[in-house]
């Protein structure tokens, strides 16, 4: 699993603690403690994690920083929804000899697909229902035609 990393998207105070029209208080609870979960068995397997940070949206949740403790990680800012705009995130994947990427976080339907769509070029992409918010149909039909979706974190691993 060398070449393997996590993406972590948006997870940050803004998102999760502020005002959002977009996914309701129930689904921000189920998707942390998700990823809470994954992060807990992926630090096991000393996957690397790059935490994608939204400029100026304050940082990534405490429970989370928390989850990340004792993992190799990397916080990197982005000003786009797209994180690949920042060219940091792809010299550091390629430095660390990242070619695999699972891409979890918020706005399934906004910045985590953007940076899977500017991710597509030049890596291997997974993604997994348990780690994101989908509000949309038309989101969940992108993800399972372009990535290699999976519908459970036990689902992922195998894949993996």
Excluded: H
């Excluded at 502020?18 to 996914?23: K, M, Q």
């Excluded at 004792?70 to 390629?94: A, H, I, M, R, W």
């Excluded at 070029?121 to 994101?132: A, G, H, N, R």
Aim: aromatic residues 10%; charged residues 30%; proline residues 3%.
């Amino acid at each position: 699993m060398q070449d393997l990393g996590i993406l972590l998207i948006d997870m940050q105070e803004k998102f999760i603690f502020g005002f959002n029209p977009f996914v309701d208080e129930k689904e921000k609870s189920r998707l942390v403690e998700a990823q809470i979960r994954f992060l807990e068995v992926t630090k096991k397997k000393q996957i690397p994690v790059v935490v994608l940070e939204y400029k100026n949206r304050g940082k990534t949740i405490q429970r989370i920083q928390d989850a990340l403790e004792g993992t190799e990680n990397y916080s990197l800012e982005k000003s786009s929804p797209n994180g690949f705009v920042n060219p940091e995130l792809d010299s550091l994947l390629k430095e660390k000899g990242i070619r695999r990427l699972i891409l979890t976080g918020i706005y399934s339907d906004d910045c985590v697909l953007r940076t899977a769509e500017g991710a597509k070029k030049d890596f291997e992409i997974f993604t997994c229902k348990e780690l994101m918010n989908l509000p949309y149909e038309s989101s969940v039909r992108w993800y399972q035609t372009n990535t290699n979706y999976s519908k459970t974190i036990g689902e992922l691993f195998t894949k993996i």
